[in-house]
């Protein structure tokens, strides 16, 4: 009788250890790996989950490695994995579906991104940082007739920085051409998709060239000074320029020194729709998680608006979802917030995310862009000779790599073609 009863109460508290240990989540992420981050990310950002959850943050390498490791096992012991897009491409198979989960917030096409071509939501969004336009209020006064500041396209683009130009006397449009400007960036994941829906494909086509001759036309009202410009804050606060693109982060002095001053919009459209760049982070379960149903509340819970601000005031990284900022928040963050939502929620929005799957070969992609401004705008050879010669150095890097296309280029079985 005693040995039946201690099997019993072994029995019970195997099963009360087995739960408490399913409840916990461990949370494996790329992302806020500073220590400070870390940690406000633990203290501010979890402490509110109905539930126990450890966050855990690693370099992309060890936490690809140990996430294959324990798919390959069968078994193991993440519950959520955090990371950028780019690092769930090549665990599509082995993360659960995540359709259940109401992402009825977030901008649909982000939550398209999460799908990873395939019919299930692989994962989901959870914070992002890009690039916004900024502009002088001064500015203001010369946009063209009818334009919307948070609508526009980018003849109305051209149009307004050729009104300030011949009211000024001055070119007053900034760009980061300097040697540390991401002006590769702008071409990449802005000016091309929104003209060609495309990063790499289209990249010498008809409407690439119409691209080009846009961006031609707008050179001529921008302050020749930007071949040394590199962060667009200095030449708004210096008054170098009045209208700018650039990172985020490469604006906040000049909204949080002069709030008054400047104000943050959504990138210029094309005849292809909003092209912008995300660094998109997104929420994952794998199919070896020990408690799915945890694992879902712990991403819903990361979802909400309390915890999309909590988790900017810990990381830097936008909202994914619509939220109204508390009055404390920087105005840098005031400001680039309401653009970055204007923009990922916009009807005509077209995501073009960072590079993936180019490795050692990434600072040659983004010479290829480089390479191409420079030829076509600063030595002014012809556009399409340009195009079809750089064309073949991008297709011979791209086979070389063997990188797939990514969005917002159609999805490709091997490396991505250049027509």
């Known amino acids: 009788m005693k040995s039946k009863l201690k099997l019993a109460l072994i029995a019970s508290a195997s099963i009360l250890v087995s739960t408490s240990v399913a409840a916990e989540v461990l949370f494996w992420s790329t992302q806020a790996r500073p ?63 995540l359709s259940a989960v109401d992402v009825s917030a977030v901008a649909p096409g982000f939550v398209s991104l999460g799908r990873l071509e395939t019919d299930e939501q692989k994962y989901i969004p959870w914070m992002q940082a890009t690039y916004v336009m900024a502009a002088h209020r001064d500015a203001l006064e010369h946009l063209p007739e009818g334009a919307d500041l948070n609508a526009l396209t980018y003849d109305q683009l051209i149009e307004w920085a050729a009104n300030m130009h011949e009211a000024t006397g001055q070119p007053r449009f900034g760009f980061p051409a300097g040697p540390q400007g991401l002006k590769h960036r702008f071409f990449q994941g802005y000016l091309l998709p929104s003209y060609t829906g495309s990063m790499v494909t289209e990249f010498r086509s008809e409407a690439a060239e119409a ?10 009202h921008t302050n020749p000074a930007s071949t040394n410009f590199s962060f667009m804050q200095e030449q708004l606060i210096s008054g170098d320029a009045w209208v700018v693109f650039d990172h985020t982060a490469r604006l906040a002095d000049a909204f949080n020194q ?20 995300p660094v998109l982070a997104g929420l994952a379960v794998p199919k070896t998680a020990r408690d799915k149903d945890a694992s879902m509340a712990l991403v819903s819970y990361l979802l909400e608006p309390e915890t999309q601000i909590a988790t900017l ?63 076509i705008v600063l030595a002014g050879q012809p556009v399409r000779a340009v195009l079809d010669d750089q064309a073949e150095t991008l297709r011979r890097l791209i086979e070389e790599a063997g990188a797939p296309c990514w969005a917002p280029d159609a999805p490709s079985e091997g490396a991505c073609p250049v027509n």
């Open 313 to 375: 005031r810990a990381t830097n990284f936008f909202p994914v979802i619509e939220v109204d900022l508390p009055d404390d928040m920087p105005a840098s963050v005031q400001a680039a917030g309401a653009a970055i939502a204007a923009t990922s929620g916009a009807d005509d929005a077209l995501p073009a995310l960072l590079p993936v799957g180019l490795g050692a070969l990434g600072g040659q992609f983004n010479q290829i862009y480089n390479d191409t401004f420079e030829r």
């Open 258 to 277: 002069q709030p008054d001053d400047f104000v943050a919009f959504p990138p210029p459209a094309g005849p292809e729709g909003r092209g912008f760049m």
């Open 35 to 97: 220590i400070e981050e870390t940690q406000a990310v633990r203290e501010q950002v979890l402490s509110g989950f109905d539930g126990a959850v450890t966050f855990e943050p690693a370099e992309e390498g060890p936490w690809q490695t140990r996430v294959q490791a324990e798919l390959q096992a069968g078994s193991g012991t993440i519950g959520v994995l955090g990371a950028l897009h780019g690092d769930f491409t090549p665990l599509s198979d082995g993360l659960t579906d």
């Open 211 to 220: 691209a080009w001759e846009a961006f031609l036309r707008l050179w001529e």
